[in-house]
């Protein structure tokens, strides 16, 4: 990989974990009238993975979607005023945090249905195959995803028909307040896939290099048509399961398990190592920085400043206004 | 804040009188805790399965403390598998269990209906009643703070399509712990409906366990102009709307059916034999709804009895928008019941 994409990759994590602090921080306004999952301490694996993929290439995200959204290349206003639930919002206020979209970059909408959204992506993973182009699908989802019907049968699917789809589970370890290990016997998630007959990988989540490589031969499998492949990431939340709550200590998980994640962070990491690398340095951290709070100013101003949708509007878009 | 927490929260604490006798007042919440205690206490085959029921929120705190006090066999945590836990939890009732299954939003229940429909509610008449299936699925729907599309929806009408399925939907403390006991004694399965915003709801709750019959409504307020039969939470707001009806000079009578299916059709029957007006508020979109059932049944058994056309107070038929502005053109609430009713008894 060249050098300009190692940057490009910090830059992406780092819009995630600032976008994500910025509506941390705005969420007690109350003006956010939405349930939100942030991604803090996940960023890694959007990022690891969707600089390998093309605009035209699909994702599909969950209730916890900010970040894929982001390293797809969403549009940033759009998505702060849907979090505002304005009519410049990227599905017009109807869909809030758990529910973005934007087509124009293959995003068609994520779904807050735990496993929801994984048939959806092996659905355009099939599209592909039968309209012979070589887009390639990535669908992102949680440990909790994988006790659902949806992907044991959409795995088994994928992988029958060879299609074009990566199927990435952030593995961080909960669903809610419940432990990966009182929901699985544990160990499962990628060797699953391998009994589906497509290959499953565990890697660090918080590696973004190691995420990034894997991701990368998965997704040109996927364009040379040799089917579907697993990557179990794991990765941690730093923030509770909704909201801005912190979810550490007295009954919830535990204060050390959760140090230690921390203290592997995967954007200082990786800044550690460019720096080594000689590819970064305080100036240019610096200059990222500033181009992406402006970025960010300049998003949450557009949102705040738009209007929010009119209650005429309700009975809208129930269906498809044109006939095929 | 966690979200829908907040809304509740912010809730006024609506008191439901007349329930019960007694002073022992408590929330709808506690209602529901103190059920599944005694009933887990006093019945060994009792058991509570459900994503997050043994966690530090205890399913809003109705499950709170139950598995330190009855053993991780008996309150558990369950994978995110909502058709197969269906299933299970058959399967288990076949054996003559008596699970009682929690879906934290009714949404989530939609993933199941191939164990509910066409296994659980149907295998007691395909098997000529050889084999029973006593289960609780409880559900619980949301409203507000962007709960949106996904998460909120109010599915019984839908659910009333299914034979074999009983539904219960009470809106108070009292009724919340009768019923949940009634659902764990019937050998067939019940679904119990509740919904969020009833949470902070207080009533009268007598200490000792006691049942509901399934299929018995109530009168909640006498009158003489015009019936609203609510249905689950909307019977706050249809009791809001009384009390400014009475200020704007009309009696209305509000009915509680409680149970969905089988339906209570004589207390229908009955009221609007006193007051010729019919007005059905209901928490989920119209068409197809419980308010359509109860309509239909109006129209078949009371028609002669009605002075005006049926007037239904539902969402509309779209998905939940997430947006405040919308959600609030969305939710009808005691303003919309009142203006209906004005129309319905002075025009
Ligand atoms: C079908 C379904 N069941 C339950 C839920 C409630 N729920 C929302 S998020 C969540 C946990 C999901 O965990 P995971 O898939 O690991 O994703 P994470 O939140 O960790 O990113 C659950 C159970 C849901 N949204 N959908
Ligand atoms: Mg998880």
């Known amino acids: 990989m060249e050098k300009s994409k190692w940057i490009e990759m910090y830059r992406t994590m780092r819009l995630i974990r600032l976008i994500e602090q910025r509506i941390n921080d705005e969420y007690k306004f109350d003006e956010i009238k939405t349930p939100i999952h942030l991604s803090i301490g996940q960023e890694a694996v959007a990022a690891g993975v969707c600089i390998h993929l093309r605009k035209d290439d699909y994702v599909f995200g969950t209730h916890r979607s900010h970040a894929q959204y982001i390293a797809k290349g969403g549009d940033i206003k759009k998505m702060i005023a849907e979090l505002y639930l304005r009519k410049t919002g990227c599905a017009y206020g109807r869909g809030g945090s758990m529910h973005l979209v934007d087509p124009d970059v293959g995003i068609l909408g994520s779904s807050a249905i735990v496993g929801g959204n994984i048939p959806l992506g092996t659905g355009t993973a099939l599209a592909s195959k039968i309209l012979k182009n070589d887009r390639v699908t990535v669908v992102f989802f949680g440990d909790g995803a994988a006790d659902e019907g949806t992907f044991h049968e959409s795995l088994n699917f994928a992988s029958l028909k060879k299609l074009p789809v990566v199927y990435v589970c952030e593995n961080n370890f909960y669903a809610i307040n419940s432990h990966q290990l009182s929901r699985q016997v544990g160990d499962n998630i990628y060797k699953w896939a391998q009994n589906y007959g497509m290959p499953g990988y565990r890697i660090d989540g918080n590696d973004v290099l190691e995420v990034s490589d894997y991701a990368e031969k998965a997704i040109s499998r996927c364009r040379n048509g040799e089917g579907p492949t697993l990557i179990e990431c794991l990765t941690y939340r730093w923030k509770g399961h909704i909201g801005t709550v912190d979810d550490v200590g007295d009954g919830y998980r535990p204060k050390e398990e959760y140090d230690y994640w921390v203290s592997r962070c995967p954007i200082k990491r990786f800044s550690e190592y460019l720096i080594n690398m000689g590819v970064l340095n305080s100036e240019l951290i610096e200059s990222i920085d500033r181009e992406i709070y402006s970025l960010i100013e300049e998003a949450f101003n557009f949102a705040q400043n738009s209007p929010k949708p009119s209650p005429s509007e309700l009975l809208d878009y129930v269906y498809a206004d044109h006939t095929g | ?347």
């Open chain 2, 1 to 347: 804040m966690p979200w829908t927490t907040i809304q509740v929260e912010k809730l006024d604490n609506f008191f439901i009188m007349g329930d019960s006798t007694g002073n022992r007042v408590l929330t709808y919440r506690e209602a529901l805790h103190e059920a599944f205690d005694q009933s887990l206490a006093r019945d060994p085959r009792v058991f509570i399965m459900g994503e997050g029921v043994d966690d530090a929120a205890g399913i809003f705190g109705t499950t709170k403390g139950l598995k330190e006090k009855y053993g991780a066999d008996r309150v558990f945590d369950t994978p995110i598998s909502e058709n197969s836990l269906t299933g299970i939890a058959a399967g288990a009732a076949m054996a003559g269990l008596r699970p009682i299954l929690i879906h934290a939003r009714m949404d989530f229940m939609l993933l199941s209906f191939d164990q509910l429909v066409n296994h659980a509610s149907k295998w007691c008449y395909m098997f000529g009643g050889k084999v029973t299936v006593p289960m609780v699925v409880r559900t619980i729907s949301a409203r507000g703070w962007g709960s949106g599309a996904q998460h909120s929806q109010c599915i019984q009408g839908m659910l009333m399509n299914v034979p074999g399925l009983k539904i219960v939907a009470p809106a108070t403390p009292y009724d919340a712990k009768g019923l949940m006991v009634s659902a764990i004694i019937d050998s067939s399965p019940v679904l119990f409906v509740e919904h969020r915003w009833l949470h902070k709801t207080t009533g009268h709750v007598p200490e000792e366990l006691y049942s509901i019959p399934i299929g018995k409504g109530v009168i909640r307020r006498e009158g003489r102009e015009i019936t609203i039969v609510a249905v689950s939470y909307m019977l706050v707001e249809a009791l809001k709307a009384a009390e400014k009806l009475q200020d704007a000079g009309i009696s209305a009578e509000v009915v509680d059916l409680r149970s969905l299916k089988p339906m209570d059709e004589n207390i229908i029957v009955e009221s609007v034999a006193k007051t010729g007006r019919l007005l059905i508020a209901d928490t989920g979109c119209k068409t197809g709804s419980a308010a359509s059932e109860i309509a239909a049944v109006a129209a078949e058994k009371a028609f002669h009895l009605l002075k005006k056309p049926i007037r239904r107070v539902c969402c509309p038929d779209t998905p939940t928008p997430t947006s405040d502005v919308l959600e609030k053109a969305y939710y009808p609430t005691a303003e919309d019941i009142f203006k209906e009713a004005v129309n319905l008894v002075i025009e």
